[in-house]
């Protein structure tokens, strides 16, 4: 059993007083064993509780040093005993396209409505009748609303979105009445759906206390159940707002804000100080409250890395990039939650290059590969996807889609590549920072030199910069992110006023490049 840091014993401290508690680990801070360590003293004091993560995976790495008596699962998993499993008979059904559960629903087939310059068909509304749903389950709201309508590509200005949502509503809360029949219905049953209904029963979780795990990104509907146990639960809400990446999937930081004891994991057991240091120029510029410690027997090295195990890219189309690199230079290569996702793009992309209409859900406005590419190129709504443009306009669908068929199994690759989003939560020796991590474009103004001063750093990119150098634990190739050796927030000076200006939150102003999907 490890003995505890002096942090890891004030959080255990503060835990058996029975205060609700905010937990702000740092990235490789021991979190999980600090979490048990919690468990194990309610235990002792008699108390009962459980352990809630986003997802499975997350749960069972919990449930591996946590003691036998506090249940590790998701809020997914408590729902379903409640309420899902009443469902059980509809959610085995057989998958069904989109379309035909729009038809089920009173979607005329040969349905075609102009919206703006584009036309939606029945299969694109029947899509977005469905993700209207699932988008309503994850939120908080009582009810199915206009806000829920997710904005459709190629169709995003607000009259456009007010026309699509009037024809949207009623189909979505035609679907979410046939959800709540038990036995059968038209719509097909996913977990979302029994998450929702849970939430809406208002529950009463039975324990002394609850752990929330990944608390920086929370769905709202689980907030809200969580939330609502402060009265008879000691809540300990844990994660790291600094690696708050989901905020444009819809996803909260509970941390920030909470009203609990704030305490902190700061000394890392993943790296050394060169890295903690690299990672304290991110966390500076997002003015986290953390600052991380590097294990003081670990070397971590930042320097150049000629085949790192690990190159995080910041978009998926730089990860294509990167594979089809790695390839070429005969190298055994994985992608991070496989080539599915980005197989169907390339499927996509070949269709509308023929002059046909795609079934992906986020090409279905655009009918040929010039309207994507206008849309791309000049619409600042589409600008995310150009790195994707560009990339089937270099490479062709036929390349990309020979290279997803070469990928490896990660066991056996030589080379992992990820985005920085699905590196979240991981850690591999040796990484390397892709080149599509650019610096904020350069100010109209000059410095005292003549040269052009660099624009503000985006809070969400250096959130996300952050999630990336902390993957590291003996060697870090900063790659694409050495511009923050040159930019004056690279390593402000305590009171620095000017260094503190060259930063923006994405908050308040719409970030150039989009979410960082594509
Ligand atoms: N007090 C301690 N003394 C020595 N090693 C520790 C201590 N606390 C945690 N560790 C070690 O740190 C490593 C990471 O811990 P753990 O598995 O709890 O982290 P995690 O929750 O998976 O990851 P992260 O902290 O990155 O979120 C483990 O090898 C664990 O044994």
Not at 380 to 387: E, K
């Amino acid at each position: 059993m490890n003995t505890p840091t002096t942090e890891q014993a004030a959080a255990t401290e503060a835990f058996s007083t029975g205060a609700h508690l905010v937990i702000q680990a740092g990235a490789g801070t021991g979190k999980t064993t600090t979490l048990a360590m919690l468990a194990r003293t309610a235990r002792r004091q008699g108390r009962s509780g459980r352990y809630i993560a986003f997802n499975r995976a997350v749960a069972r790495h919990a449930a591996r040093s946590f003691p036998a008596k506090v249940p590790c699962g998701t809020a997914h998993a408590l729902a379903y005993t409640a309420v899902g499993r009443r469902f059980q008979a509809r959610m085995n059904s057989p998958r069904q396209a989109g379309w035909r559960t729009g038809a089920a629903l009173g979607i005329d087939d040969g349905m075609r409505v102009r919206l703006g310059e584009r036309t939606l068909t029945n299969k694109a509304l029947s899509h977005t009748v469905l993700r209207t749903v699932t988008r309503f389950c994850q939120s908080a709201d009582p009810e199915v609303a206009s806000h829920h309508v997710p904005p459709l590509r190629g169709a995003e200005p607000a009259p456009l979105h007010a026309f699509l949502a009037e024809l949207v509503l009623p189909y979505a809360r035609k679907a979410w009445a046939d959800l709540q029949r038990e036995d059968h219905g038209v719509v097909r049953f996913e977990h979302d759906h029994y998450l929702k209904m849970w939430a809406l029963s208002e529950p009463v979780i039975p324990a002394d206390f609850l752990l929330l795990d990944e608390a920086q990104d929370t769905n709202p509907v689980v907030e809200q159940v969580v939330t609502a146990q402060r009265d008879h639960a000691q809540l300990v809400m844990v994660g790291d707002s600094a690696q708050a990446i989901y905020g444009w999937r819809g996803a909260r930081d509970v941390m920030t804000g909470f009203d609990g004891r704030q305490l902190s994991l700061s000394r890392s057991f993943r790296f050394g100080p060169a890295l903690a240091a690299e990672a304290n120029r991110w966390l500076t510029i997002i003015e986290a409250p953390l600052r991380l410690t590097g294990a003081p027997d670990l070397k971590t090295y930042v320097r150049q890395v000629r085949a790192p195990e690990a190159i995080l890219c910041r978009t998926n189309a730089r990860a294509m990039v990167e594979v089809i690199r790695q390839l070429a230079a005969g190298h055994r290569v994985a992608l991070a939650g496989g080539g599915e996702a980005l197989g169907a793009l390339a499927r996509a992309a070949h269709d509308l290059e023929a002059g046909r209409r795609t079934a992906h859900p986020e090409l279905m406005l655009f009918e040929t590969w010039g309207e994507l590419h206008e849309y791309a190129e000049f619409d600042p709504a589409g600008r995310d996807l150009l790195p994707l443009v560009e990339l089937v306009d270099e490479h062709g669908t036929p390349a990309l889609l020979r290279a997803l068929q070469q990928l490896s199994p990660e066991e056996s690759a030589e080379v992992t590549v990820s985005t920085a989003h699905r590196a979240k939560g991981r850690e591999w020796a040796s990484v390397r920072i892709a080149d599509d991590f650019t610096g904020p474009d350069d100010l109209d103004e000059l410095g005292e030199d003549g040269t052009p001063l660099p624009g503000p750093i985006d809070l969400d990119e250096a959130r996300l910069a952050y999630v990336a150098v902390t993957r590291a634990r003996s060697l870090l190739d900063v790659g694409g992110l050495s511009w923050i050796n040159v930019h004056p927030a690279g390593d402000p000076r305590p009171g620095d006023g000017d260094a503190a200006e060259q930063v923006s939150d994405s908050r308040e102003q719409p970030t150039k490049r989009g979410a960082g999907k594509w």
